[in-house]
């Protein structure tokens, strides 16, 4: 495979994925999706038959390559698979100039409004360029007016974008979400101090295991049902993520972490609680107390 050129493998990705997701390829998809030639296309389809033997079957009838009944993915196969799902939802290898589509129909829910691409822009460089960025910020608190921020990573939450940053006004890491900075400009001459760097961000830096389970009160039929959706191994599924993101991803997933157990309209609960203490956005899980955690660590001293 590699001997081919960089753009003929994204063409024979393409065949490829096209084929084991559709059930078929023609020259006419290669050619309205890559702008190439019959000949082109036609040698593409000469290449992936002779390397990958068993993959296609030409259909006489329609003139189109069906996907063959010992088919196995080739070009793909360590490809992960939810790098596959994403290609199948936003589309594969779309350019800057086509409108990304997916190749079979897909509804997604509406996410919140995607951030200025000026104001991604100058996060971006200022990661990229290891600088510090000033901002105007919809605080919270109140507080809006210009900060400065020392940015090293986007930080997606299923919801909302955000940037996760040293802050020089409340001198502690934090996430700023993106939709909510009104401006931002790259200091270029202003460069963060050893303690602002991302090295230094405990709860970046942390990885938790989560152990997540079907809800105790679940009947049985429920909790079976809810192994297969998630995959579990032996009734458990294992999430592993950045401290600084549980809370986040444990709300997403409507994960109960009640130490109760309440939450019984959820269908995941949280098994091992104690690996959120001393993780400043567990207060963002749903259920989950600093309180009756605090007692449980007691408990077990």
Same mark, same amino acid.
């Given at each position: 495979? !590699?001997?081919?050129?960089?753009?003929?493998?994204e063409?024979?990705?393409?065949?490829?994925?096209?084929? &084991? #997701?559709?059930?078929?390829?023609?020259?006419?998809?290669?050619?309205?999706? *890559? %702008?190439i @030639?019959?000949?082109?296309?036609?040698?593409?389809?000469?290449?992936?038959?002779?390397?990958?033997?068993?993959?296609?079957? #030409?259909?006489?009838?329609?003139?189109? &390559?069906?996907?063959?009944?010992? *088919? @196995?993915?080739y070009?793909?196969?360590?490809?992960?698979?939810?790098?596959?799902?994403?290609?199948?939802?936003? %589309?594969?290898?779309?350019? *800057?100039?086509?409108?990304?589509?997916s190749?079979?129909?897909?509804?997604l829910?509406?996410?919140l409004?995607? +951030?200025?691409?000026?104001?991604?822009? $100058?996060? @971006?460089?200022?990661? /990229?360029?290891?600088?510090?960025?000033?901002?105007e &910020? #919809?605080? %919270?608190?109140?507080?809006?007016? +210009?900060?400065?921020?020392?940015? *090293? /990573?986007?930080?997606?939450? %299923?919801?909302?974008?955000?940037?996760? $940053? #040293?802050?020089?006004?409340?001198?502690?890491?934090?996430?700023?979400?993106? !939709?909510?900075?009104?401006?931002?400009?790259?200091?270029?001459?202003?460069?963060?101090?050893?303690?602002e760097t991302?090295? !230094?961000?405990?709860?970046? !830096?942390?990885?938790?295991?989560?152990?997540?389970? +079907?809800?105790?009160?679940? @009947?049985?039929?429920?909790?079976?049902?809810t192994?297969q959706?998630f995959?579990m191994?032996?009734?458990?599924?294992?999430?592993?993520?950045? $401290?600084?993101? $549980?809370?986040f991803i444990l709300?997403?997933?409507?994960?109960?972490? /009640?130490?109760?157990?309440?939450?019984?309209i959820?269908?995941?609960?949280?098994r091992?609680?104690?690996?959120?203490?001393?993780?400043?956005n567990?207060?963002?899980? +749903?259920? &989950?107390?600093?309180?009756?955690?605090?007692?449980?660590?007691d408990?077990?001293?």
């Amino acid at each position: 495979m !590699n001997h081919h050129t960089q753009n003929q493998r994204e063409r024979l990705n393409y065949l490829e994925f096209r084929v &084991y #997701f559709t059930g078929q390829i023609s020259r006419a998809d290669l050619i309205r999706r *890559f %702008g190439i @030639s019959e000949a082109a296309a036609t040698r593409d389809l000469a290449i992936y038959r002779e390397e990958a033997v068993e993959n296609l079957e #030409f259909d006489t009838t329609t003139k189109v &390559y069906r996907i063959g009944k010992t *088919f @196995s993915l080739y070009y793909l196969k360590e490809v992960e698979s939810k790098q596959l799902l994403r290609a199948l939802v936003h %589309g594969i290898g779309t350019d *800057f100039g086509t409108e990304p589509e997916s190749i079979v129909s897909c509804e997604l829910p509406s996410r919140l409004q995607a +951030p200025s691409a000026d104001i991604l822009a $100058a996060v @971006s460089r200022a990661i /990229s360029q290891k600088t510090v960025l000033r901002i105007e &910020y #919809f605080s %919270g608190s109140g507080n809006h007016g +210009p900060r400065e921020i020392v940015p *090293f /990573s986007l930080a997606g939450t %299923g919801l909302k974008w955000m940037v996760r $940053a #040293f802050c020089r006004r409340k001198g502690i890491f934090c996430d700023f979400i993106l !939709n909510r900075i009104k401006s931002a400009e790259v200091l270029w001459d202003s460069k963060p101090k050893q303690e602002e760097t991302k090295e !230094n961000d405990d709860e970046w !830096n942390r990885m938790l295991r989560l152990e997540l389970i +079907p809800h105790p009160a679940a @009947s049985l039929e429920k909790k079976a049902m809810t192994e297969q959706e998630f995959q579990m191994v032996d009734g458990v599924h294992i999430l592993r993520v950045r $401290a600084a993101l $549980a809370g986040f991803i444990l709300r997403l997933w409507s994960v109960d972490c /009640s130490e109760e157990q309440r939450l019984t309209i959820l269908p995941l609960c949280l098994r091992n609680r104690l690996a959120l203490h001393d993780v400043d956005n567990a207060k963002l899980a +749903p259920g &989950y107390s600093l309180l009756s955690s605090a007692t449980s660590i007691d408990a077990l001293s």
